[in-house]
């Protein structure tokens, strides 16, 4: 079935430090994939998508391609901040009104 | 102007209990979804629905009753509460129908703690 690997957290890092968080993902198909971010004590939050092989998603400085080739959706940040400190998940959908999440990625920006 | 509603936020009962969470969504949305949350985070679907049809039941117990009234809300009822039941329970919606895709809007969760 479909799945979605993450790496594993805590992710440390300092301000203004580059961020990437490594995805991989299983589909038989042709999935969208997103990334999501959960603050403390909220829901998750929509950070970016992107819908076909090649696309780019970017939003708040954040950024993913969609690499069918290597299965990949990695998200970069070029220079974290303090407030960017949560957690984040990778996730896919194949339609079938279902997503499916990876196990989330802790991140702690010092400042 | 809160998009998806859960409520309660916290919900600390003791085993054997049922116990109910309400969730709401203002988006228009077609599509419902419960989610749990373990104490690693990690996010699994138990139940979809659309236009208040069940789409998804994902091996959830049968203790585990979902209820859709309307669109608009998507209700969980939980009998004979258990220790293992404890999690973060998230209410989500979508503008979902087959292979758009689209991105989940999430509540804040429900803190249901057994004892």
């Known amino acids: 079935g479909n799945s979605v690997t993450q790496m594993e957290g805590p992710v440390t890092l300092s301000e203004e430090a580059f961020l990437t968080i490594n995805c991989t993902y299983t589909a038989t198909g042709y999935p969208s994939l997103f990334w999501y971010v959960q603050y403390p004590g909220e829901g998750l939050q929509l950070l970016l998508k992107a819908t076909k092989a090649d696309d780019k998603g970017s939003n708040k400085g954040f950024e993913a391609t969609y690499r069918k080739e290597t299965t990949s959706f990695h998200l970069e940040k070029g220079s974290v901040q303090v407030s960017d400190s949560a957690v984040y998940f990778c996730a896919l959908s194949e339609g079938g009104f279902k997503t499916i999440f990876g196990a989330g990625t802790r991140l702690f920006v010092k400042a | 102007d809160t998009a998806v509603s859960q409520t309660p936020k916290y919900l600390v009962t003791q085993m054997g209990n049922d116990k109910s969470i309400k969730c709401e969504q203002n988006l228009g949305h077609d599509t419902m979804y419960w989610y749990k949350q373990d104490s690693k985070k990690f996010l699994k679907i138990m139940f979809s629905?659309?236009?208040?049809?069940?789409?998804i039941n994902e091996t959830v117990p049968n203790r585990f009753s979902p209820k859709s009234p309307d669109k608009a809300h998507l209700n969980l009822h939980i009998n004979s509460l258990e220790l293992g039941d404890s999690a973060v329970y998230f209410c989500?919606?979508?503008?979902?129908?087959?292979?758009?895709?689209?991105?989940?809007?999430f509540g804040n969760g429900t803190r249901l703690t057994v004892t």
């Open positions: 629905y659309n236009n208040k049809e069940l789409i």
């Open positions: 989500a919606s979508s503008q979902e129908w087959t292979g758009n895709n689209s991105p989940l809007h």
